[in-house]
């Protein structure tokens, strides 16, 4: 089955301590990208891939460092959270061309 | 001002009803544009892709029309079901999968 995978799917951490979010796909897409969705300002992309060991900023790029190391992984990086950093997480892969996204089920990070 | 504007931002309609959902986009030149269900706390999934070219594309109950002129498109369904209550986004691409302007979606509650 074709599945992005994320996790964790719930997180409550500390400010200042790191972590990551994982995400894998199994399709062999080139393009992966996360993004965080917060009420009333919609889906917004954080960082995005093109493909192995090419990674670009999107729209919303601080505080957040990711890796493309290979092609099926694209785990979020949050070296130093701070509480406006909470928010929903989603990850996402599409094939080349003017194919759909599909997206991972979501992680809903808290940073207290 | 958000160059992917989506009307109405809710709506309640009974089950068995049709209704339209309306986009307008400022942006230009795109590729295509495509729209999305999403559920409360999940991620979103892909209901049509829509190139410039084209004006309709159905997918079941939903029908999706695009004037690339007035830059609006239109999100139809058909005989709506309880299932169908979730939030509808409509999604500019510049066509390289590089840049996606999310609209704020629509809300959608089906009552019974």
């Known amino acids: 089955e074709a599945q992005v995978t994320q996790n964790p799917r719930y997180l409550i951490t500390v400010t200042g301590k790191k972590l990551t979010v994982t995400c894998s796909q199994n399709m062999n897409h080139e393009y992966m990208s996360w993004y965080r969705q917060d009420p009333g300002l919609g889906l917004r992309q954080i960082y995005y891939?093109?493909?192995?060991?090419?990674?670009d900023k999107g729209d919303v790029p601080e505080g957040y460092k990711v890796s493309r190391k290979e092609k099926r992984n694209f785990p979020l990086i949050l070296e130093s959270p701070s509480p406006n950093q909470t928010s929903l997480y989603f990850c996402?892969?599409?094939?080349?061309?003017?194919?759909?996204?599909?997206f991972g089920q979501g992680t809903r990070l808290t940073v207290v | 001002k958000n160059q992917v504007e989506q009307s109405p931002q809710s709506l309640i309609i009974l089950e068995g009803k049709n209704c339209t959902l309306q986009c307008n986009y400022t942006v230009s030149p795109f590729s295509n544009l495509r729209w999305y269900k999403q559920d409360t706390g999940r991620g979103p999934v892909s209901l049509t892709i829509m190139t410039f070219s084209e004006n309709t594309k159905s997918n079941g109950r939903y029908t999706a029309t695009l004037d690339a002129d007035t830059k609006q498109s239109s999100l139809h369904i058909t005989a709506s079901q309880l299932s169908d209550s979730a939030s509808y986004i409509c999604v500019w691409n510049a066509g390289n999968n590089r840049k996606l302007i999310w609209g704020l979606g629509t809300s959608l509650a089906v009552n019974p």
């Open positions: 891939s093109m493909n192995v060991e090419v990674t």
């Open positions: 996402a892969s599409t094939g080349q061309g003017n194919t759909e996204a599909f």
